[in-house]
């Protein structure tokens, strides 16, 4: 008896016949569309003689049986398979990946990230095959995985078909954006529409998009993060300034936080989780943990190689940071910081740890922005430490995120170079 309804991995490895009973070959994979109101198969992908992949459309299919897929012709194309843009391989793509699950009928799956192990196709009466349900597993810390729950695929958070490669006018401006700064990159992107926004950034390397999308309103990191794989979505925040991740994580539910922090390398996600436990619109909530800190017996020389870092915000490079170890933050006791400038005077030899400015006052996590704004203008500085009551440097504070939170919510709205052009323009009436 034809079955309607069937798991993927049942399917791989079953023979293919043809009408007239004949071996084909054997199934090897499915073909699925993933759109934003369901999934359904396209078709399977047949191994023919000399292990040549094809496809074969599900509208040949006449019935699955339990040992074999039977085809309503004798005919197949044998041009080798290619996937298209849009598509994904139920078996190479879907299983193994990484999802989470939002149902109230699997609480224990609730904030969680859970792994892909099997996928249910249902025939309709239209005779298309259509994706109701995956079988999901979660893993201990040795690698065991749980016992599969299936689930309903609405229920699946996550899942992106991300393989469609980009037309040519969008691979243009993605190549035009290789020399430009991200906050220009940002800028661009923010003035396309959605869909080629979220297409454009998809094409993006997890680096580069990190960067841009820190120069992006919130929103638009919202809907960029929600178009990708919930696993490429963990691989893009690892990438981002802790600072800049807890800002893009605070704008998401609280599940799907958690999930995404669950699939961060614990070595980025545990500074970022510190920085969430603070108040919004304070220094905490503000400050990056990974300024320059050195121990005072540190060089000069090794200090200006730090502040060489072409990847350090310029606003970072300006201060160096000297502490009793342990030199990660939270750190041991602060000793005072070192100027930028005062470095470039010093033999490279000389240690920082004579050269300090022991009196600079520091920023408290609970300080607010306006306070910041006036100890930024009080002492004529971009960077300011962040301790806590017990002395230990916590992280620091750059005036570019300062500005960032103190700007209206729609400041990218208006091109800064317009906005200064129409002022111009405006004077000179």
Same mark, same amino acid.
């Given at each position: ?5 069937? $798991? ?16 084909? &070959? ?28 094809? $496809?074969?459309?599900? /509208? ?26 849009? *598509? ?31 996928? =249910? ?8 095959? =259509? ?38 006018? @969008?691979? =243009?401006?993605?190549? *035009? $954006? ?39 309103? @919130? ?11 919930? =696993? ?5 925040? *690892?990438?981002?300034?802790?600072? @800049? ?58 200090? /200006? ?6 990847? #350090?915000?310029?606003? #970072? ?36 740890? &004579?050269? #300090?400015?022991?009196? /600079? ?14 100890? $930024? ?29 103190? /700007? ?22």
């Amino acid at each position: 008896m034809s079955a309607s309804r069937v $798991f993927v991995g049942r399917l791989a490895g079953m023979i293919l016949l043809g009408a007239d009973g004949e071996s084909v &070959g054997r199934v090897r994979d499915v073909v699925v569309s993933i759109r934003p109101s369901g999934a359904r198969a396209l078709g399977l992908v047949g191994e023919v003689a000399g292990k040549r992949r094809i $496809f074969v459309p599900m /509208l040949r299919i006449a019935s699955v049986d339990p040992k074999e897929v039977t085809m309503n012709t004798s005919s197949v194309n044998l041009r080798p398979f290619r996937s298209r843009a849009g *598509e994904v391989a139920a078996i190479d793509d879907l299983m193994g990946s990484r999802v989470h699950v939002e149902d109230p009928e699997f609480p224990q799956l609730s904030g969680r990230a859970v792994e892909i192990v099997d996928v =249910e196709l249902e025939r309709t009466r239209t005779r298309d095959w =259509e994706v109701r349900r995956v079988a999901v597993v979660t893993r201990g810390r040795l690698g065991r995985p749980s016992a599969p729950s299936v689930v309903p695929l609405d229920s699946v958070r996550g899942l992106s078909a991300s393989g469609a490669a980009p037309v040519d006018a @969008d691979a =243009e401006l993605i190549a *035009e $954006f290789e020399d430009m700064r991200s906050p220009d990159v940002a800028q661009q992107l923010h003035d396309l529409s959605q869909e080629r926004r979220v297409r454009i950034a998809r094409e993006m390397d997890d680096e580069r998009l990190a960067d841009v999308l820190a120069e992006l309103p @919130d929103d638009e990191q919202t809907e960029i993060l929600d178009d990708l794989s919930i =696993e490429r979505a963990a691989d893009v925040l *690892e990438e981002m300034d802790p600072d @800049d991740a807890a800002d893009l994580l605070g704008e998401l539910s609280d599940e799907r936080a958690d999930v995404l922090l669950e699939l961060m390398d614990p070595e980025d996600s545990e500074p970022v989780r510190r920085l969430m436990r603070f108040t919004p619109e304070t220094v905490g909530a503000l400050m990056t943990p990974e300024p320059i800190v050195l121990l005072p017996q540190a060089t000069v020389a090794e200090a /200006l190689a730090h502040a060489r870092n072409p990847e #350090l915000p310029l606003s #970072l490079s300006s201060l160096i940071f000297v502490v009793r170890p342990p030199q990660a933050t939270p750190t041991g006791k602060y000793l005072g910081c070192v100027h930028l400038q005062k470095l470039l005077r010093e033999p490279p030899s000389a240690l920082v740890g &004579g050269i #300090l400015d022991p009196d /600079l006052p520091a920023l408290g996590v609970d300080d607010s922005e306006e306070t910041a704004a006036r100890y $930024f203008a009080t002492y004529n500085l971009v960077c300011g430490p962040v301790l806590d009551d017990d002395g230990h440097l916590l992280g620091a504070v750059g005036v570019d995120d300062l500005l960032d939170h103190l /700007l209206p919510e729609d400041w990218r709205d208006d091109d800064w170079r317009v906005h200064r052009d129409s002022q111009r323009a405006a004077a000179g009436a």
